[in-house]
């Protein structure tokens, strides 16, 4: 009897140590995104104060107004380029990864498993390393952007919405997710569809996608979230500060003689708001989309 009274107290004491190590993480991870709301609506004179103050003297709410509306083209220019690249880019990226994920894993042809390793090898190329091949190929697109058939003339798709979203459209992250959605589905409903006399077409768009909703939704919102989040490709394709997304938006707030963090953390706080109350709207699919995809943690 002693016995099991004694595991019950290590069990409950080793729990409690297990929930306040989650708790100091947690902490941990909350922590900067309070020092930024904190810091937006302080003074650049009292951020700059040592020691520093955790909580503003003054809550300078004006900070957010000046922040909108100081930028060359304004942080709602800014934001508005953001939500045009990263919802078109989305939905245009998934109009094209879904056709390609389900012909792999419902079609036989030959070369669909060499054609999905290359896929996946595209996976391991660095980000960096195609940055200037990416920019040559849309600067000399020919009949885009006043070029002629040779691609020469004129600008391509250099310094336009296009041009920051076209290389991403056949994202070999999102066919490989979806591609583990489509085969996470029983072979019997495509075999149903046959006999039935469906077109592959509304099968796909009736039965197959609505089976793997959550995974789509996934996958949705990890494209928007890396489009959202883009800096350095737009930084390069584009010249016009009207074009530009959020991410850019916010070095113009970075000056010779430095940061004004007050304005900064504020752009920063209209940067990320979104996209935290979109991952609140869909963590239930979110959550069941990374299982269903086979991704852990």
Same mark, same amino acid.
């Given at each position: 009897?002693?016995?099991?009274?004694?595991?019950?107290?290590?069990?409950?004491?080793?729990?409690?140590?297990?929930?306040?190590?989650?708790?100091?993480?947690?902490?941990?991870?909350?922590?900067?995104?309070?020092?930024?709301?904190?810091?937006?609506?302080?003074?650049?004179?009292?951020?700059?104060?040592?020691?520093?103050?955790?909580?503003?003297?003054?809550?300078?709410?004006?900070?957010?107004?000046?922040?909108?509306?100081?930028?060359?083209?304004?942080?709602?220019?800014?934001? =508005?380029? %953001?939500?045009?690249? #990263?919802? *078109? !880019?989305?939905?245009?990226?998934? /109009?094209?990864?879904?056709? @390609?994920?389900?012909?792999?894993?419902?079609?036989?042809?030959?070369?669909?498993?060499?054609?999905?390793?290359?896929?996946?090898?595209?996976?391991?190329?660095?980000?960096?390393?195609?940055?200037?091949?990416?920019?040559?190929?849309?600067?000399?697109?020919?009949?885009?952007?006043?070029?002629?058939?040779?691609?020469?003339?004129?600008?391509?798709?250099?310094?336009?919405?296009?041009?920051?979203?076209?290389?991403?459209?056949?994202?070999?992250?999102?066919?490989?997710?979806?591609?583990?959605?489509?085969?996470?589905?029983?072979?019997?409903?495509?075999?149903?569809?046959?006999?039935?006399?469906?077109?592959?077409?509304?099968?796909?768009?009736?039965?197959?996608?609505?089976?793997?909703?959550?995974?789509? =939704?996934? %996958?949705?919102?990890? #494209?928007? *979230? !890396?489009?959202?989040?883009?800096? /350095?490709?737009?930084?390069? @394709?584009?010249?016009?500060?009207?074009?530009?997304?959020?991410?850019?938006?916010?070095?113009?707030?970075?000056?010779?003689?430095?940061?004004?963090?007050?304005?900064?953390?504020?752009?920063?706080?209209?940067?990320?708001?979104?996209?935290?109350?979109?991952?609140?709207?869909?963590?239930?699919?979110?959550?069941?989309?990374?299982?269903?995809?086979?991704?852990?943690?």
């Amino acid at each position: 009897m002693q016995g099991m009274v004694g595991a019950r107290r290590s069990s409950r004491i080793i729990w409690m140590i297990v929930l306040a190590g989650v708790v100091v993480l947690a902490c941990c991870v909350v922590f900067p995104f309070i020092w930024m709301l904190l810091t937006s609506l302080k003074t650049g004179e009292e951020i700059n104060r040592l020691p520093p103050t955790l909580l503003p003297e003054v809550w300078n709410f004006k900070n957010y107004v000046d922040a909108w509306l100081k930028p060359e083209s304004t942080f709602k220019q800014y934001f =508005i380029n %953001t939500l045009i690249i #990263a919802g *078109i !880019g989305t939905l245009l990226q998934l /109009l094209v990864c879904v056709p @390609i994920a389900f012909a792999i894993t419902h079609f036989t042809f030959r070369g669909r498993n060499l054609i999905f390793m290359l896929v996946v090898i595209t996976m391991l190329i660095p980000y960096d390393v195609t940055l200037v091949p990416n920019f040559v190929t849309l600067r000399h697109i020919p009949f885009a952007g006043g070029n002629d058939w040779a691609g020469a003339g004129g600008q391509g798709f250099y310094d336009s919405y296009m041009g920051m979203m076209l290389p991403f459209l056949a994202e070999a992250f999102t066919i490989f997710l979806l591609r583990q959605a489509f085969l996470s589905v029983q072979k019997e409903y495509w075999e149903a569809a046959q006999v039935d006399g469906m077109s592959n077409g509304r099968y796909l768009w009736t039965v197959l996608l609505p089976l793997v909703l959550p995974a789509l =939704i996934t %996958t949705a919102l990890l #494209a928007f *979230i !890396g489009k959202w989040n883009g800096v /350095l490709w737009p930084l390069l @394709i584009t010249s016009s500060e009207s074009l530009r997304p959020l991410q850019v938006g916010l070095l113009y707030f970075v000056s010779e003689e430095g940061p004004n963090y007050h304005l900064l953390m504020a752009a920063a706080t209209f940067t990320i708001a979104p996209i935290v109350l979109l991952y609140l709207f869909a963590q239930r699919w979110f959550h069941q989309g990374i299982t269903a995809t086979g991704l852990k943690g």
